[in-house]
Structure formats: structure tokens, C-alpha cells
């Protein structure tokens, strides 16, 4: 409605309702013998202002009146005036209704162009008529003109300046408001990221509090899910767990019976599917089984183990807020870490397991060393000593399936078996093989004093292999083997022990071959001790 009624349209509704009143006047009071030129003046006005509302519409782009228009009205006041008796005609209060519609909104020069005008069309009006008015009240009259173009000037001036100043109060409170809401908006949002944050530190606090001090995964993994759906509902969930590079395999654990199609999807995808950022999309149309959108956090550590969480939906439900993703992403670090932890745990269990069993294994051979020198010293006896001690040492210490003692027997050139466990029923005297390289890798271990050893990957070295016949020997043929030669404090090689795992087939550990270095010093210091009695008894 205010495009409607815009200001040329104001003015002619003015002028309307102005030759109405004027012709109302004429038909009710009859100012005049002879209205009919009233008639035409009226009805030439009425043409007038259509005329000008025409002009203003449709050619004039400014809003503000011409004054050339004001002086028409004017003068068409002043005919009013003369037609309708002169000095004695009422009419000549219209000027002043002229004045105070254009006085307050014009500029001073135009103010008082408009009294004077209005002046000179009073005063031509009167015209031959002024006799018949006295001249005071003339005077008076065209003062009071003046005094009210002055005085109404001057209130439209005020009115102008307090309309300039609500303007200016409404402009600074409008952007006392746009900064207030500024400043609302900016705490609400810093509000909502503490709320989000608190949230965020909330779920990992007791994610972690829950997850420490457990010892196996399975848990863990299920206080993921958990962790998960505190945060968000999606249809299914997939947790993928690489624990290092030596498990290359992936543990899968899914929640919300996925479908056999969204499950192999997300697998073919791998642990990771490239993308870019946490919470990365990627979707899949499975035909009539309906569009799957998945999101992903991916977190790999140094060791090259590795965690991603697979968040799959419909595409119809996938809804996930920008908030959601920034917690999951959080709680992803968490579980990266935990899981770390977990396996480091693990490890360092299993390491202190494999320590206290290296203590044990090594006060064992303390005590077999004590027993052995005991013994030897009480009954003078070594054979019997070190078959239990080679015994214990198979079967107890070490798990080895064979243990063998060599000696030299220099007049035959020939390694001798000496002491064995784990050959059943084989003739123990029948077990020698030369000193030479036809003795494989038990006469090489004696001739160079070095330990050799053999892990079973592959085919023995030609070096290391017994020439026939003594190949077809049956307690001393393995493919996993140790010889580690006995070397007295004179450094002279007396004899081999070897031990093998012909019937497990497992590798002999480093720990294993180290232990048996030590003992085997130790026999040969028991050995170089009897041969010592011997000699000097002879």
C-alpha cells in the first residue's frame, strides 16, 4: 500500500478534495448572482490537477513538487477570490490553507516566494474591490499571511531536524542491535563449542577410564561401539584393527548385523580408503538393495599398526553433524592411543615372561654347574653327572629332542659319542663320525672352535652336511641343529656338544644356542679337570 500512495498521488487527492470543497461552497452558498463561471473554474481545475498527476506519473522522476505547480493552485485561489466577490469574499482563507500545505516543506527562498505570490494574487484579486474593505484589515491580512508562512517554516524546520535526529537515534539503536545480537550470537556459538567440547572431553574420559587396565582387545572393541552411539546411530558399524606388520590380517569387528554386500564393500576398501580427512564420505549404489554411504577414520601408527572406524548407513539416514564428525575424530585418537598401549602392555608382558624364564633357565644352570662340580669332585666320575645334566637341559631347560656329547678319539681320528639323551634304543658307540670334513658341521665346530648353527630354512649347506656312511646315522640327522665345541682355559677345542629338534621341528632360539655356549664352557672345565687327575694318577 505505501507504493501506492506515493507523493504525486498525494498532491492530486489534495487537489481533488480542494475543488470539491471549492464546489460544494458554490452549490451551498451561493457566493455569486452568476456561479456558472465558479462551475467552469472549478471543473478547470479539477482537469488541471489530473493533467499535472499525469505529468508527475509518468515524466517526472523526482518526488518534490514544482513550485510552478504551487503558484497554479495559487492562482487558482485568486480566481476564487475575484469571481466570487473580491475584498468581501471568503476565499481569500484559502491562501492561507495554500501556505500552510507548502510553507514547512520548501526552503526559505521558496517560503517566501510562496507568501508573496500568495500577496500579489491577494491583492490582484481584490482589485477594484479594495474601496469596499478597509485598509487595516487588509494589512492584517496579508501579516497574518506572512506570520504563518514564517512560523510554519520554521516548525517544519524543527520538524525536519527532530525527524533527522529520530533518524539518527533509530540508526544508532538499529546498529546498537545488529552489534548486540553480533556480540549474542558469537557467546552463543562460543557457548555451543564448550558445550561440544565438554561433550567431547566427557567421552574420552570415560572411554579411557573404562578401557584402562584391560588386557584383551575384544573389550576394548566393544567399548568403541559403545563410545560410538553415545555420539550417533548409524545403521552399522565396522572396527578394523591391524596390530602390526607381523599380523598383516585384519581384525574385523562389525555391530547391527550389517548386510553380507555393505560388509563386503567396506572390506574391499580396506583399512585405508584414501581419504583425505576424518569423516570423508564415499557411497555405493548396490541395485535394488538401495544407496550406502560410509564414513571413515583412519589412524595408523609408526609400528604400521592400524584403527579405522567404518560408520555405514542408508543414504536416506545419513545424517552426521559437523560437530559429530570433529568427536569421532577425538575419540579415534583415544582409541589409537589405547590400543597402542594395549599392545605395548602385551609385549612388555610377554618380554617380562621371556626374562623371568631367562633367569630361571640361568639359575638352572647354576645349579646344574654346582651339581656337576660336586660330583665330579666327590666320586671322580663325569658320565654319569653329565648325562643328567644333558638331560635336564633337553628336556627341562631347553626343550631340545637330542643333545649329544662328542670327545676325540685322536688314534682314530674319529668324534666319539660320549654321553647322549633322546636316541632310544640306538647303540651309543655306534654314533661317531672323522674329525675330517666328512664329519659335516660336528667335526667342523671342533676344528675351527666356532659354534654352528642351522635354522632349517632351506637345504643344509654342503659344508655342513656327513659324508656317507655316517650320513645315514640316525640320532645325529636334522635339519635343525646346533654344534657348539667345548674349549678349555687353554683354548683348545676338547669336544662338541650338539643338540637338534629332529621330531618338533621348531627353530632353536638365540637364547638357547647362548645358554648352551655357557654350559658347554663349563664341561669343558670339568672335563680338562679330570683329564688332569688322570694324567697325574698315571
Same mark, same amino acid.
Given at each position: 500500500m505505501s507504493g501506492f500512495f506515493t507523493p504525486h498521488l498525494h498532491r492530486f487527492m489534495l487537489r481533488v478534495l480542494f475543488g470539491a470543497g471549492a464546489f460544494l461552497w458554490v452549490v451551498l452558498g451561493k457566493p455569486s448572482p452568476d456561479p456558472n463561471n465558479l462551475h467552469f473554474l472549478i471543473l478547470g481545475f479539477l482537469l488541471y490537477s489530473i493533467a499535472i498527476f499525469v505529468w508527475e506519473q509518468n515524466w517526472q522522476s523526482l518526488p518534490r513538487e514544482n513550485p510552478v505547480f504551487v503558484v497554479g493552485d495559487i492562482l487558482f485561489v485568486g480566481f476564487l477570490i475575484a469571481l466570487s466577490g473580491g475584498a468581501q469574499s471568503e476565499m481569500h482563507l484559502l491562501l492561507y490553507f495554500m501556505v500552510a500545505l507548502r510553507a514547512p516543506y520548501h526552503s526559505w527562498t521558496q517560503t517566501f516566494m510562496i507568501a508573496g505570490v500568495a500577496t500579489l494574487v491577494d491583492i490582484a484579486a481584490v482589485g477594484q474591490t479594495f474601496r469596499e474593505t478597509h485598509w487595516f484589515d487588509f494589512v492584517v491580512r496579508i501579516l497574518?499571511?506572512?506570520?504563518?508562512?514564517?512560523?510554519?517554516?520554521?516548525?517544519?524546520?524543527?520538524?525536519?531536524?527532530?525527524?533527522?535526529?529520530?533518524?539518527?537515534?533509530?540508526?544508532?539503536?538499529?546498529?546498537?542491535?545488529?552489534?548486540?545480537?553480533?556480540?549474542? +550470537?558469537?557467546?552463543? =556459538?562460543?557457548?555451543?563449542?564448550? #558445550?561440544?567440547?565438554?561433550?567431547?572431553?566427557?567421552? /574420552?574420559?570415560?572411554? *579411557?577410564?573404562?578401557?584402562?587396565?584391560?588386557?584383551?582387545?575384544?573389550?576394548?572393541?566393544?567399548?568403541?561401539?559403545?563410545?560410538?552411539?553415545?555420539?550417533?546411530?548409524?545403521?552399522?558399524?565396522?572396527?578394523?584393527h591391524r596390530r602390526s606388520p607381523d599380523r598383516s590380517e585384519l581384525i574385523t569387528r562389525t555391530f547391527g548385523d550389517p548386510?553380507?554386500?555393505?560388509?563386503?564393500?567396506?572390506?574391499?576398501?580396506?583399512?585405508?580408503?584414501?581419504?583425505?580427512?576424518?569423516?570423508?564420505?564415499?557411497?555405493?549404489?548396490?541395485?535394488?538393495?538401495?544407496?550406502?554411504?560410509?564414513?571413515?577414520?583412519?589412524?595408523?601408527?609408526?609400528?604400521?599398526?592400524?584403527?579405522?572406524?567404518?560408520? +555405514?548407513?542408508?543414504? =536416506?539416514?545419513?545424517?552426521?553433524? #559437523?560437530?559429530?564428525?570433529?568427536?569421532?575424530?577425538? /575419540?579415534?585418537?583415544? *582409541?589409537?592411543?589405547?590400543?597402542e598401549l594395549l599392545r605395548l602392555r602385551r609385549d612388555l608382558g610377554r618380554s617380562n615372561l621371556g626374562l623371568?624364564?631367562?633367569?630361571?633357565?640361568?639359575?638352572?644352570?647354576?645349579?646344574?654347574?654346582?651339581?656337576?662340580?660336586?660330583?665330579?669332585?666327590?666320586?671322580?666320575?663325569?658320565?654319569?653327572?653329565?648325562?643328567g645334566a644333558h638331560e635336564i637341559m633337553a628336556k627341562d631347560m631347553f626343550e631340545l629332542d637330542r643333545l649329544n656329547l662328542f670327545l676325540p678319539d685322536e688314534e682314530r681320528g674319529m668324534l666319539q659319542c660320549f654321553t647322549s639323551v633322546g636316541i632310544e634304543d640306538y647303540p651309543q658307540e655306534d654314533i661317531q663320525v672323522p674329525i675330517d670334513e666328512r664329519g659335516g658341521a660336528i667335526s667342523m665346530a671342533f676344528r675351527e672352535g666356532r659354534t654352528i648353527f642351522f635354522d632349517g630354512r632351506g637345504s643344509v649347506p654342503k659344508e655342513l652336511r656327513l659324508a656317507s656312511p655316517y650320513s645315514k646315522i640316525p640320532a645325529i640327522?636334522?635339519?635343525?641343529?646346533?654344534?657348539?665345541?667345548?674349549?678349555?682355559?687353554?683354548?683348545?677345542?676338547?669336544?662338541?656338544?650338539?643338540?637338534?629338534?629332529?621330531?618338533?621341528?621348531?627353530?632353536?632360539?638365540?637364547e638357547t644356542v647362548t645358554m648352551l655356549e655357557f654350559f658347554a664352557r663349563h664341561v669343558a672345565m670339568v672335563l680338562s679337570i679330570s683329564g688332569s687327575i688322570k694324567g697325574g694318577d698315571a
Open positions: 497574518l499571511l506572512w506570520f504563518l508562512a514564517i512560523t510554519l517554516r520554521v516548525i517544519g524546520l524543527r520538524s525536519v531536524t527532530e525527524k533527522q535526529r529520530s533518524e539518527r537515534l533509530s540508526r544508532e539503536l538499529s546498529s546498537t542491535h545488529d552489534e548486540v545480537r553480533r556480540y549474542t +550470537a558469537a557467546l552463543e =556459538k562460543a557457548n555451543a563449542e564448550k #558445550e561440544m567440547r565438554l561433550a567431547e572431553i566427557n567421552l /574420552l574420559h570415560r572411554f *579411557v577410564m573404562e578401557v584402562r587396565g584391560i588386557d584383551e582387545y575384544d573389550p576394548v572393541y566393544e567399548k568403541v561401539f559403545d563410545s560410538v552411539h553415545s555420539v550417533c546411530e548409524p545403521a552399522w558399524l565396522f572396527l578394523l548386510p553380507k554386500h555393505v560388509t563386503d564393500w567396506v572390506l574391499e576398501q580396506g583399512i585405508d580408503p584414501g581419504c583425505e580427512s576424518d569423516g570423508a564420505r564415499t557411497s555405493k549404489r548396490f541395485g535394488q538393495q538401495g544407496d550406502v554411504e560410509s564414513r571413515h577414520f583412519v589412524r595408523c601408527h609408526e609400528n604400521q599398526s592400524s584403527v579405522t572406524l567404518v560408520l +555405514a548407513f542408508p543414504v =536416506k539416514e545419513a545424517v552426521l553433524l #559437523e560437530e559429530q564428525v570433529e568427536i569421532l575424530s577425538a /575419540l579415534m585418537d583415544s *582409541v589409537e592411543m589405547e590400543l623371568s624364564e631367562s633367569n630361571r633357565h640361568l639359575t638352572r644352570l647354576h645349579e646344574l654347574q654346582h651339581e656337576l662340580s660336586k660330583t665330579f669332585l666327590a666320586s671322580g666320575d663325569i658320565s654319569g653327572v653329565i648325562q640327522r636334522s635339519k635343525i641343529f646346533v654344534v657348539v665345541p667345548l674349549i678349555n682355559h687353554l683354548g683348545q677345542v676338547i669336544g662338541v656338544i650338539g643338540a637338534d629338534r629332529k621330531h618338533t621341528h621348531r627353530p632353536i632360539s638365540h
